[in-house]
Every structure is written in C-alpha cells, then in structure tokens.
C-alpha cells in the first residue's frame, strides 16, 4: 500500500513570495490533515479536511494560508505571502475516516525555509 | 498554551535497558492517546496507542502506561535498541478529533 506523498521535499524562497504544497493521501482515506512543525517542537494542526469539506480550520492563519482538497483525494496548502516565521516543516496526514480515534499516517514532509 | 507536554528534551540510554519516556497533558477531554516515532527527513510513524479507559498497553518491547488521575502517561522500551534511536512524540485526541502533539524527546541508544 503506497503512503502519503508530498512534493516538494524542499522549498526555499525569500519572504513575501508564494509557495504552495502539495499532498497525495493514502488511497480510500476520507480524512486529510496539514500540520506545521517549527523546528524542535511538536506538528501543530493547521487544518483538517472530511473528503472536500473542512472540518477545523481553527489554527489556520488565514489572512496569508489557505488549503483545498478537489474531488476529496490530493490536496494543496498554500501560503502567500510567506513570511520568515513561516519556516517550518509542513507535513500532509490521513486517516481512514473522520471520528474514528485511531492512526494517522503521516507524508514525509515539505520542508520551507523562508529567507 | 502547551496542552500536550514533554518535559524532557532528550534522553540517553545503553542498549538492552529501559528507556522510558514521559508525557504530561493538561486537558481532562483527552480520552485517546498515542506515541508516535519519528526518524530524520521522515514523517512521524504510529507506535502505540491508548484509550483513556485503559491504563496499560503493550506491543511487544513498547508498553504505554496511563495514570488518568495524574494526567501523565510514559512510553516503556524494553529492551532499547540503537534502531530505537529518534525522536517521540506524545500525542492525544480530544471531542472534536484534533490530535494535539506534545514537543518531542530525542532518545538517543548507546550501544
């Protein structure tokens, strides 16, 4: 069974530019996560996805992030325009469905260093 | 406000003890809680879990403990490996299905 993919792996651009990330979630998987992870601490929540529907966007910073999940299977983050603190590494998540408390499966990882 | 806590940044161990790890959280909604393991230029991967009904569970040389009461739960590898090597994270669900992740110890087996 093939895993999350995310492309790029790595991404720098310079502050103000626009970046966008992309996320292939695991096949039959209803549930789509985006977490920011800042280095040295633990993937913060971004924003949450049933199919193409939101589900919590509550952490999302959305005067310069937005997210969309098209026909319910990939999934794009983007940020425009970025700023320094937005370096991070940006991970891509699914699970089976929403409401059941159990794994997530995580995608490697896109790693933003604004500069 | 950090919900999820991991008070201990890293941790040494020798090959073939105990490492254990600890997880402190705040948030009496918590009822699910899982550890996850992550290797460098990876995504973090599921290691065990634990419903808040429970106060022990175990898969193989991983054991998580829950003490509700106190609000802590600990990762138990037995015995450490240098493959075990990575950073954990502690994690756990409230109502509303949003994983909450506490900020990671770097453990670290000596052989």
């Known amino acids: 069974e093939a895993g999350v993919a995310q492309s790029p792996r790595y991404k720098i651009i310079e502050k103000r530019q626009s970046v966008a990330f992309w996320c292939n979630p695991i096949s039959g998987h209803a549930t789509l996560y985006w977490y920011q992870q800042i280095l040295g601490q633990g993937p913060k929540l971004l924003i949450q996805f049933q199919n193409n529907g939101v589900v919590d966007d509550s952490q999302l910073p959305k005067d310069r992030f937005s997210a969309e999940r098209l026909k319910g299977v990939d999934s794009t983050l983007k940020i425009q325009p970025a700023k320094l603190e937005d370096s991070a590494v940006y991970l891509c998540a699914s699970s089976l469905d929403y409401g059941e408390l159990g794994e997530q499966f995580f995608g490697p990882g896109t790693r933003l260093t604004v500069l | 406000d950090q919900q999820v806590k991991q008070n201990s940044p890293s941790l040494s161990v020798q090959e073939g003890r105990i490492s254990i790890l600890n997880c402190d959280y705040t948030?009496?909604?918590?009822?699910?809680f899982l550890w996850y393991k992550k290797y460098p230029a990876e995504g973090p991967t599921f290691l065990i879990s634990?419903?808040?009904?429970?106060d022990k569970n175990e898969d193989g040389r991983f054991t998580v403990f829950l003490n509700k009461s106190a609000k802590h739960l600990s990762l138990h590898i037995v015995p450490s490996q240098p493959g075990d090597s990575a950073v954990y994270f502690c994690a756990a669900y409230n109502a509303g299905n949003m994983l909450t992740f506490g900020g990671g110890t770097r453990l670290m087996v000596k052989p």
């Open positions: 948030n009496s909604m918590f009822d699910y």
């Open positions: 634990i419903s808040s009904i429970k």
